[in-house]
Structures are given as C-alpha cells and as structure tokens.
C-alpha cells in the first residue's frame, strides 16, 4: 500500500472515531458543567473533610461523576487532607474519581457500549473502596506525628485554624473572636450553629459558569489528551492487524503484564483513552486486558503517585499502589473467562457499519469546541 492511500486510511479512521465519540462527549462536557454549578470543589472537600469508615464509601460515591483528570484530583485530595480527611477517604477519593467522570461514562457508552461502561463504572466502585480499606489498614496504630495544622473536629478545624478557606462559622458575621475564645462545647455549638446557619440560607445557582467550565475549561484541558489519543486510535485501526495482539507471547497474562508495567507510570486521561481502548479491541487486544489500561493509567500515574506520598506517606502510597494492581487484574480475568467478554465483543459490532450523518455534525462540532476552547484565554 502507497503512503497516500496509508494516510487517507488513517484520516478516515481518526475521523470515524472522533464521529462516533462526539454526540457522547459534547453531553458529557455539558452535564460535567452542571455538576460543577451545584458540587463545586470546596463543596467536595467541605463533605469529605471528617473521619470515619462511612467516607470512603462517601468518597468514592461523590468521585466517580466528577469530571477530574489525574492530575485535577491532586489538590482536591490533598485539599480533603488538610481539612482533616482520614488517609483512607483520601485514598478512595484519588483512587475512583480520574477513572470516570460523567464524561468519560457518556463518551464509553459511545464508544465501547453498556456493559464495557457499567464493568468500568463497578470496577472504579470497587477500586475505591479496597484502596481505602488496604490504606486504612496500613496506617491504623501508625499515625503520623504531624497531622496538619487542620483538626478532624470541626469546631478546631472550622474555628481555630486561621489557613482554613472558606470557614463558615470564623467569618465576620458569627463573630470569630467570640467563637474562637468559647471553650468546650460552648465553642463546639457556636460553630455548628452557624454551619448550620450557613447551610439553611438560600442559594442561587448560575448556569453561566457551569456552561463555562464544561465548553471552555473542560475542553481546553482535555485538547491535548484527546487529539493524541484520537491519532494514536486512528493509527492503530489504520496500521495494526485485526489479530495482531492475539498473537502475542504469553497469551492474556503476557498482556496483563504488559498493560500493567506500560499504565502505572503513564499518564492516561479517562476520556482521551477510550478511542485509544476502542482500536486495542479492534487489533484483538482482550477486554481484561483494555480494563486495565483504563484503571491503572488514570488512577496511578507517576504524578499521582508523588503527590500521594506527600498527602498520605510512602507506605500508604505503596499499598494504594497493590490495592489496584490486584482489583485490576481481578476483574481482568473475571472479564476474559466470563461471559462479558462475549457481550462486550457482540457490542463493538455496531462501529462496523460506519457513521451517520448526525455523528459527523457532532464531531463537526466537537472540534469547533475544542478549537475554540484552545485558542481563548
């Protein structure tokens, strides 16, 4: 084959790609912008900021719609930490929020169809809360000697610390001085009194800033990602064989291998590597094998893990690190020598036929999105 009819194929398969995943994204950018409106970062860390078992299972609840990459996540966790947030909650919050996102579920279902998205979703359920479970268990009898300037009661941390943003009860209108000097439960219920306060007062909510976020920033961070990922998907769909990793030494645990040493350090967004998962599918790449490199690149990157051990320690990093290894190649196996594996090949099927009419104006679309959101300030 000459090298215009290689690039014409590889033009065409990137632009099928980017069809077929539009429509899902433009929704998922749009709906990631709502949910920005009514659950803003200082909301996230104002929930998650408590001890307890019961906020791992917060965590992981709050994190998987948000629409955080691995490296937007870092603050929010360390921001959790600093306002009193157990290891373990930090732990699960990091660990199940940069897998997902209410756009990266809408571009999977797009792309890879339901069950591939629902496994994808349980598995950052799971993935969460055993990352929590193994930190909390690592680090009980061992905490650390300098928990922060920031207490897990919430009088302290709401009244006594003055780097604490955002407090609701030190504010000018309860009368910090009064409330920080009470002593016992005097100060304990003058600062739950104005939470409370705080909490009963009407609130309006602008669309404009939302819509912002999901057209603008959201887009402009995910420029890059996403057009590496689409060109890197159109060259493997245009280049590599059908049977090309079924062929492959070491048969699925050879894979296993592979995918886990490649995702751990790599940084993998969880939008812009779906259309990259989709050509590994096409080119006969097993779906266990698919999962892992959507679970571990996002939730375990070099930069992730750095951070981690300046938020919860290097021995909490490091079972953080085993907690996905294992969940991942778990639900790899359950997946290939199950019946999903079947499911999930019979729903790629549909991607054959080409796309419509109304998936080309939305990638029309979500390239002028794109553009436009890049070249803004």
């Not at 995910?222 to 030494?249: E, N, Q, R, T």
């Not at 967004?269 to 006969?284: D, E, H, K, R």
């Amino acid at each position: 084959m000459d090298f215009p009819s290689i690039l014409l194929n590889f033009l065409v398969e990137t632009w099928w790609l980017t069809a077929e995943m539009a429509p899902y994204l433009l929704l998922g950018f749009i709906i990631a912008g709502l949910l920005r409106v009514f659950f803003s970062e200082d909301w996230v860390k104002r929930h998650l900021g408590q001890k307890g078992l019961k906020q791992i299972l917060k965590s992981v609840v709050i994190g998987i719609p948000l629409p955080l990459c691995s490296c937007g996540v870092i603050p929010v966790a360390a921001g959790i930490r600093r306002q009193g947030g157990q290891r373990g909650a930090v732990a699960a919050f990091t660990a199940s929020t940069p897998q997902t996102g209410v756009d990266s579920i809408a571009a999977t279902v797009g792309m890879l169809g339901w069950v591939f998205t629902a496994v994808r979703v349980a598995i950052a359920f799971v993935n969460g809360i055993v990352a929590g479970l193994v930190v909390e268990w690592l680090e009980s009898g061992h905490r650390s000697k300098v928990e922060g300037q920031v207490s897990g009661d919430v009088g302290d941390s709401c009244c006594c610390s003055s780097e604490v943003e955002d407090s609701s009860c030190c504010s000018e209108e309860t009368n910090e001085k009064s409330c920080c000097h009470e002593e016992g439960s005097k100060k304990s219920s003058c600062c739950h009194e104005a939470e409370t306060v705080a909490d009963l007062r009407p609130t309006t909510y602008d669309l404009r800033p939302g819509l912002k976020f999901g057209l603008v920033t959201l887009p402009r961070d995910l420029f890059w990602a996403l057009v590496i990922g689409l060109l890197i998907a159109g060259a493997i769909a245009s280049l590599v064989p059908a049977d090309f990793f079924s062929d492959l030494p070491g048969g699925r645990f050879g894979l296993y291998v592979a995918m886990t040493l490649i995702s751990l350090p790599l940084y993998v967004c969880s939008t812009g590597s779906i259309p990259m998962a989709f050509s590994f599918l096409q080119a006969g790449m097993s779906p266990g094998a698919v999962l892992i490199f959507l679970i571990a690149g996002p939730a375990s990157n070099t930069a992730t893990v750095t951070s981690l051990v300046k938020i919860i320690g290097g021995k909490a990093t490091l079972g953080y690190i085993l907690s996905i290894i294992v969940t991942c190649w778990g639900v790899a196996i359950l997946m290939d020598f199950s019946g999903l594996s079947i499911l999930v090949s019979e729903a790629m099927h549909h991607h054959e036929t080409g796309v419509n009419l109304f998936q080309q104006a939305c990638g029309v679309a979500l390239l002028a999105v794109l553009l436009v959101a890049k070249v803004r300030r």
